[in-house]
């Protein structure tokens, strides 16, 4: 397991690397001189070409990379055009808003799609497996904005049951410790502004949560399928075991590669910033503070966002691959 | 003979497809004494996996269902016995190991967990007596470092070593049957008969009876006193096994024995049985092995024979005839 994680980590240095070169490729080929932009059209040749040099925009492109790099690995990750402060102070608490958010959808996702994949496998051409499958398609199907006015219309508007936009009330007075509410409030001991917080979470998050949970519930009922014919679940059954450990336990293990990685890949998607459900729910996630930052041309907290949205996606499927070696055990000697 | 414990009539075995039922076993009875070690043969598709898939109540359902007949452990009818009498008594009662040891053993458990949890499905054992009890279980099998195993994966394990490890988990609660569905088939020969030793072996020190599936005839030879013959789905002959090797009476086992290959024969063409067995259903009339039988008479086309003979029976208008 040990030298499966380190030959794992190393690989992911490449990937890294890989990763800032293209986000600096995108920014490059944007057409437009920095400079130009900076003094303004009527900016006289001499004061371009000197503005060109102080950036370091008058070195070759590699200088300017490893110059980039340098800046990344010290943590600066430049300034905002729109508000003239450095993004590295700015990122966090969005993206602390997106990770919550993220992940109370994908536990929602994980726990329903599981649950309703294994159900359809074990009860194959019931009516348990068509409805559990007719509702994944509809949910894979189903356009998020639609279903997120829908919850909004229905339990905000005419229930009145659940708040419909931010992530809390506006009177509150929550202390961002971490930015992550829910654990903010439980470290002060606010058990009602706890509640209060995961209230607001409740609709965006089931937004969030319909596609991943419909892709996750297909792709266990298919896993799960072909697992169940296996000889050694025909093996746990002449030892005595009974249907549901043999499922969820025998089967499920088996299983949860192909699980493993949809579960990866849609964190990842969400962790991304989940731009639609952000922007309905007025949450002020990565996906909201990117879509703001395009507005403005703010490009360098477009592209510190793009960097930082693809190091979350390399580092969820680190994590995936690293779990693939804790589930099966043969994964390691390949 | 000992007293019967697991008695098998007039079982009748249907898989429900789209194309209408198809009978795959029909009507098939036998019974295993205490202790006693009977072999079942016969060609791939004649009903064998089927018959013991039946008794251990573990037909893939729908489309298998035992459509007539009985099976008794212990006098107890277990043939539509409920899911959870059934539960009690695999594993503990009747324990089964099966024809593919390379992928029967769970790859994502360690042997140590899937052999103890065989023994603590029915015994209530602290922790401690259930691992010592599975390394002595892999002791009584034959394998070396039993403690170091309990902790390896079946990946790990030969083909052979995996064979032992189902072996010690199927006797891992002291059953009165065990059915071994072709143990050795996906093994070399070396360890085949290694395999087979051990199954002698657990036989004379538990007094276990066996009940050995296979479709050789060399397997048979070697361990049973008595074997059943099948056919389409029915018994076709049933003896002691000296009586069927030396004077078989049922055409299709005489071919069964010929086909054994001879080292000695200086014939350039193995002998076969011509045909195939038939899909089950597909003769509806006469001897099911009338198509194949060199030695067929008018009658055979037409009507069925009936399984007679005291200790040696058949199915056969041959030796009804003589009689």
Same mark, same amino acid.
């Given at each position: 397991?040990?030298?499966?994680?380190?030959?794992?980590?190393?690989?992911?240095?490449?990937?890294?690397?890989?990763?800032?070169?293209?986000?600096?490729?995108?920014?490059?080929?944007?057409?437009?001189?920095?400079?130009?932009?900076?003094?303004?059209?009527? #900016?006289?040749?001499?004061?371009?070409?000197?503005?060109?040099?102080?950036?370091?925009? *008058?070195?070759?492109?590699?200088?300017?990379y490893f110059t980039y790099l340098k800046h990344i690995l010290?943590? *600066?990750?430049?300034?905002?055009?729109?508000?003239?402060?450095?993004?590295?102070?700015?990122?966090?608490?969005?993206?602390? #808003?997106?990770?919550?958010?993220?992940?109370?959808?994908?536990?929602?996702?994980?726990?329903?799609?599981?649950?309703?994949?294994?159900?359809?496998?074990?009860?194959?051409?019931?009516?348990?497996?068509?409805?559990?499958?007719?509702?994944?398609?509809?949910?894979?199907?189903?356009?998020?904005?639609?279903?997120?006015?829908?919850?909004?219309?229905?339990?905000?508007?005419?229930?009145?049951?659940?708040?419909?936009?931010?992530?809390?009330?506006?009177?509150?007075?929550?202390?961002?410790?971490?930015?992550?509410?829910?654990? *903010?409030?439980?470290?002060?001991?606010?058990l009602d502004q706890f509640w209060m917080v995961l209230r607001?979470?409740?609709?965006?998050?089931?937004?969030?949560?319909?596609?991943?949970?419909?892709?996750?519930?297909?792709?266990?009922?298919?896993?799960?399928?072909?697992?169940?014919?296996? =000889?050694?679940?025909?093996?746990? &059954?002449? &030892?005595?075991?009974?249907?549901?450990?043999?499922?969820? &336990?025998?089967?499920?293990?088996? #299983?949860?590669?192909?699980?493993?990685?949809?579960?990866?890949?849609?964190?990842?998607?969400?962790?991304?910033?989940?731009?639609?459900?952000?922007?309905?729910?007025?949450?002020?996630?990565?996906?909201?503070?990117?879509?703001?930052?395009?507005?403005?041309? =703010?490009?360098?907290?477009?592209?510190?966002?793009?960097?930082?949205?693809?190091?979350?996606?390399?580092?969820?499927?680190?994590?995936?691959?690293?779990?693939?070696?804790?589930?099966?055990?043969?994964?390691?000697?390949? | 003979?000992?007293?019967?414990?697991?008695?098998?009539?007039?079982?009748?075995?249907?898989?429900?497809?789209?194309? +209408?039922?198809?009978?795959?076993?029909? %009507?098939?009875?036998?019974?295993?004494?205490?202790?006693?070690?009977? +072999?079942?043969? %016969?060609?791939?598709?004649? %009903?064998?996996?089927? /018959?013991?898939?039946?008794?251990?109540?573990?037909?893939?359902?729908?489309?298998?269902?035992?459509?007539?007949?009985?099976?008794?452990?212990?006098?107890? @009818?277990?043939?539509?016995?409920?899911?959870?009498?059934?539960?009690?008594?695999?594993?503990?009662?009747?324990?089964?190991?099966?024809?593919?040891?390379?992928?029967?053993?769970?790859?994502?458990?360690?042997? +140590?967990?899937?052999?103890?949890?065989?023994?603590?499905?029915?015994?209530?054992?602290?922790?401690?007596?259930?691992?010592?009890?599975?390394?002595?279980?892999?002791?009584?099998?034959?394998?070396?470092?039993?403690?170091?195993?309990?902790?390896?994966?079946?990946?790990?394990?030969? %083909?052979?070593?995996?064979?032992?490890?189902?072996?010690?988990?199927?006797?891992?609660?002291?059953?009165?049957?065990?059915?071994? @569905?072709?143990?050795?088939?996906?093994?070399?020969?070396?360890?085949?008969?290694?395999?087979?030793?051990?199954?002698?072996?657990?036989?004379?020190? /538990?007094?276990?009876?066996?009940?050995?599936? /296979?479709?050789?005839?060399?397997?048979?030879?070697?361990?049973?006193?008595?074997?059943?013959?099948?056919?389409?789905?029915?018994?076709?002959?049933?003896?002691?096994?000296?009586?069927?090797?030396?004077?078989?009476?049922?055409?299709?086992?005489?071919?069964?024995?010929?086909?054994?290959?001879?080292?000695?024969?200086?014939?350039?063409?193995?002998?076969?049985?011509? +045909?195939?067995?038939?899909?089950?259903?597909?003769?509806?009339?006469?001897?099911?092995?009338?198509?194949?039988?060199?030695?067929?008479?008018?009658?055979?086309?037409t009507d069925s024979p009936e399984l007679v003979g005291d200790?040696?029976?058949?199915?056969?208008?041959?030796?009804?005839?003589?009689?």
């Open positions: 397991m040990l030298s499966y994680s380190i030959k794992r980590v190393l690989m992911l240095i490449p990937v890294l690397l890989g990763m800032t070169l293209i986000v600096f490729a995108i920014i490059h080929a944007i057409p437009g001189n920095p400079a130009l932009t900076i003094l303004g059209t009527k #900016a006289t040749p001499e004061a371009i070409q000197n503005l060109n040099r102080s950036l370091g925009l *008058d070195q070759p492109w590699y200088i300017q010290s943590g *600066d990750l430049g300034t905002s055009i729109q508000t003239n402060t450095p993004i590295a102070n700015q990122i966090w608490p969005h993206l602390a #808003a997106t990770i919550e958010l993220s992940f109370v959808a994908m536990i929602i996702a994980v726990v329903v799609g599981i649950n309703a994949g294994i159900i359809s496998a074990w009860k194959k051409n019931s009516v348990l497996d068509y409805t559990a499958m007719i509702v994944a398609l509809i949910g894979v199907s189903m356009p998020i904005f639609w279903l997120g006015l829908l919850e909004q219309w229905a339990f905000s508007v005419k229930l009145n049951w659940l708040p419909s936009i931010g992530r809390m009330d506006i009177i509150s007075n929550v202390q961002p410790i971490t930015n992550l509410y829910l654990i *903010d409030t439980l470290l002060e001991g606010q607001h979470l409740i609709l965006p998050s089931i937004a969030l949560a319909t596609i991943p949970t419909a892709i996750i519930a297909r792709m266990t009922r298919s896993s799960m399928l072909e697992v169940l014919k296996s =000889d050694y679940i025909r093996t746990a &059954k002449a &030892k005595g075991q009974r249907m549901f450990w043999i499922v969820y &336990k025998y089967a499920l293990k088996n #299983a949860f590669i192909p699980i493993l990685t949809v579960i990866g890949l849609q964190t990842g998607l969400l962790l991304g910033g989940a731009i639609l459900t952000e922007t309905i729910f007025g949450w002020p996630g990565i996906g909201l503070y990117i879509y703001n930052a395009i507005q403005y041309r =703010d490009y360098p907290v477009i592209q510190s966002g793009i960097l930082v949205i693809a190091f979350i996606f390399v580092m969820v499927n680190f994590i995936v691959d690293l779990l693939y070696g804790l589930i099966d055990p043969r994964i390691k000697y390949r | 003979m000992n007293q019967s414990i697991l008695e098998v009539k007039g079982l009748k075995t249907s898989f429900f497809t789209d194309d +209408g039922e198809v009978p795959a076993v029909d %009507g098939v009875d036998f019974s295993v004494g205490e202790g006693e070690i009977l +072999g079942i043969v %016969g060609e791939s598709g004649c %009903g064998k996996s089927v /018959t013991s898939l039946s008794i251990m109540g573990l037909l893939p359902s729908p489309p298998g269902k035992i459509v007539g007949g009985s099976i008794s452990f212990k006098g107890e @009818d277990i043939s539509h016995a409920k899911e959870s009498r059934m539960r009690k008594l695999r594993g503990n009662d009747i324990a089964m190991i099966f024809q593919e040891p390379m992928t029967s053993l769970n790859p994502v458990f360690t042997i +140590g967990d899937q052999l103890m949890e065989a023994i603590r499905l029915h015994n209530r054992l602290p922790k401690k007596e259930l691992a010592a009890r599975a390394a002595e279980l892999l002791k009584m099998v034959g394998l070396p470092r039993a403690k170091e195993l309990l902790k390896e994966y079946p990946h790990e394990l030969s %083909g052979g070593m995996r064979q032992r490890v189902m072996i010690a988990m199927a006797m891992s609660c002291n059953p009165k049957v065990l059915i071994a @569905d072709e143990p050795t088939t996906a093994l070399d020969v070396t360890i085949q008969a290694q395999i087979l030793d051990l199954m002698l072996k657990l036989n004379r020190e /538990t007094h276990t009876a066996i009940i050995l599936i /296979t479709h050789d005839l060399g397997v048979v030879a070697q361990v049973c006193k008595r074997v059943v013959v099948m056919y389409a789905g029915k018994v076709v002959e049933e003896g002691d096994v000296k009586d069927i090797f030396n004077h078989p009476k049922h055409p299709y086992t005489e071919g069964l024995i010929r086909s054994i290959p001879d080292l000695h024969s200086k014939k350039d063409k193995l002998y076969t049985i011509k +045909g195939s067995v038939p899909r089950p259903g597909s003769i509806e009339k006469g001897c099911l092995f009338a198509p194949r039988c060199e030695y067929v008479m008018d009658k055979c086309r200790s040696h029976k058949s199915r056969c208008f041959l030796h009804q005839v003589q009689e």
